[in-house]
């Protein structure tokens, strides 16, 4: 092995620079050539990427985002793309391919990795809803900025009597929702995996009100609150979900009940910026570092799963099957303390 390449697609989150940390290291390390490839399975399309090296990674570790850029594309959804990226590896020399991505990217990942191409998948998303692993990297510093939301919404709702709604991102699974609603301390949360109940909602706002003159509500962007008004799709058939506005209609319904002052936050894409936290960092490189490991021994259509606190490998065709979801044993957490 010779040469191997790096993508990063999807939403961007904190943990992916350490991921290409690792994975650019290990290689170098090994005398492999590293190509950075540009805003994901784009780049793949139309050749576009850099050479990673020392000097390119430096500095990347505490850095949110991804150096590499990324995008939502799918070759799948262009006319010859699936082709076009087969001869990309020609084209280019590569001998495999890191994809770190979530369901989208690792998706398309399974798919070419059974049409014969070498890929390892790493699996991220600040949604922490894949299949095969207990946590991706992204998920800690979202859910670490959520919390953060709360407590500064706290003191507003506090000061002015007044009950805060925040909406927080989540596309199929309400692990941020969650999170930020038990770490906040939240009088309500509202995700998709809670069943949609306005009077227990309303009460709990009301009677939080009446102890201590404020309440806070979390509410996750994948609660469905009627049929959906979205107008938006990206080339994997997803909807804009934040032009759903949720928190804002929650909170509308809240004071029309309630006659209480009631405002709305989104808090969107703040959630996926930022440096990645220690969590995040160290997953991210354990990732990165394995995968590049598991492509130089040979393997592929695997992805680099995190069980019991354990890098282990999981096929990447487990990513088709569904979103790992917030258990009622989770719910029953939150009644606990609301
Ligand atoms: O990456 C997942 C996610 O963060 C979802 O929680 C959210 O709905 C979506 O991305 C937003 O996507 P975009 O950045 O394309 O607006």
Same mark, same amino acid.
């Given at each position: 092995?010779?040469?191997?390449?790096?993508?990063?697609?999807?939403?961007?989150?904190?943990?992916l620079?350490?991921?290409? /940390?690792?994975?650019?290291?290990?290689?170098?390390?090994?005398g492999?050539?590293?190509?950075?490839?540009?805003?994901?399975?784009?780049?793949?399309?139309?050749?576009?990427?850099?050479v990673?090296?020392?000097d390119?990674?430096?500095?990347?570790?505490? !850095?949110?985002?991804?150096?590499?850029?990324?995008?939502? +594309?799918?070759?799948?959804?262009?006319?010859?793309?699936?082709?076009?990226?087969?001869?990309?590896?020609? +084209? *280019?020399?590569?001998?495999?391919?890191?994809?770190?991505?979530?369901d989208?990217t690792?998706?398309?990942?399974?798919?070419?990795? %059974?049409?014969?191409?070498?890929?390892?998948?790493?699996?991220?998303?600040? $949604?922490?809803?894949?299949?095969? +692993? $207990?946590?991706?990297?992204?998920?800690d510093?979202?859910?670490?900025?959520?919390?953060?939301?709360?407590?500064? *919404?706290?003191?507003?709702?506090?000061?002015?009597r007044?009950?805060?709604?925040?909406?927080?991102?989540?596309?199929?699974?309400?692990?941020?929702? *969650? /999170?930020?609603? *038990?770490?906040? /301390?939240?009088?309500?949360?509202?995700?998709?995996?809670?069943?949609?109940?306005?009077?227990?909602?309303? %009460?709990?706002?009301e009677?939080?009100?009446?102890?201590?003159k404020?309440?806070?509500?979390?509410?996750? %962007?994948?609660?469905?609150?009627?049929?959906?008004?979205?107008?938006?799709?990206? %080339?994997?058939g997803?909807?804009n979900?934040?032009?759903?506005?949720?928190?804002q209609?929650?909170?509308?319904?809240?004071?029309?009940?309630?006659?209480? =002052?009631?405002r709305?936050?989104?808090?969107?894409?703040?959630?996926?910026?930022?440096?990645?936290?220690?969590f995040?960092?160290?997953?991210?490189?354990?990732?990165?570092?394995?995968?590049?490991?598991w492509?130089?021994?040979?393997?592929?259509?695997?992805?680099?799963?995190? !069980?019991?606190?354990?890098?282990?490998?999981?096929?990447?065709?487990?990513?088709?099957q569904?979103?790992?979801?917030?258990? !009622?044993?989770? =719910?029953?957490l939150?009644?606990?303390i609301e």
């Open positions: 092995m010779k040469t191997v390449a790096i993508l990063t697609g999807g939403g961007d989150c904190p943990g620079n350490p991921a290409i /940390y690792g994975a650019t290291k290990y290689a170098i390390k090994n492999i050539k590293v190509l950075g490839i540009i805003e994901g399975w784009k780049g793949m399309l139309e050749r576009d990427f850099i990673l090296n020392e390119s990674i430096s500095d990347i570790m505490g !850095q949110g985002g991804t150096i590499l850029g990324t995008s939502r +594309t799918n070759p799948f959804s262009r006319e010859g793309g699936a082709a076009t990226v087969k001869d990309t590896f020609e +084209t *280019l020399s590569i001998n495999g391919l890191l994809t770190a991505g979530g989208d690792l998706g398309v990942s399974a798919k070419l990795s %059974e049409m014969g191409l070498p890929i390892v998948g790493i699996p991220k998303t600040m $949604d922490n809803d894949l299949l095969g +692993t $207990d946590f991706t990297f992204g998920f510093s979202a859910a670490t900025v959520a919390i953060d939301a709360v407590m500064r *919404l706290r003191d507003t709702a506090k000061s002015h007044r009950v805060m709604v925040l909406e927080v991102m989540g596309r199929h699974a309400g692990w941020v929702g *969650l /999170y930020a609603g *038990l770490g906040g /301390y939240a009088d309500y949360t509202l995700i998709p995996e809670r069943d949609l109940n306005w009077g227990e909602l309303i %009460e709990a706002v009677s939080a009100h009446k102890k201590r404020h309440a806070i509500v979390v509410v996750s %962007e994948g609660v469905k609150l009627s049929e959906s008004n979205g107008t938006e799709f990206d %080339e994997f997803h909807e979900l934040a032009k759903r506005d949720v928190g209609r929650v909170a509308d319904t809240i004071a029309k009940k309630t006659g209480l =002052v009631t709305s936050a989104k808090l969107g894409h703040i959630e996926r910026g930022g440096p990645p936290t220690l995040d960092r160290i997953l991210g490189l354990r990732s990165g570092v394995t995968a590049m490991r492509l130089i021994e040979g393997k592929t259509g695997v992805m680099t799963a995190m !069980q019991r606190n354990e890098i282990i490998e999981v096929p990447l065709s487990i990513v088709a569904g979103n790992r979801n917030v258990g !009622q044993d989770w =719910v029953e939150l009644e606990v």
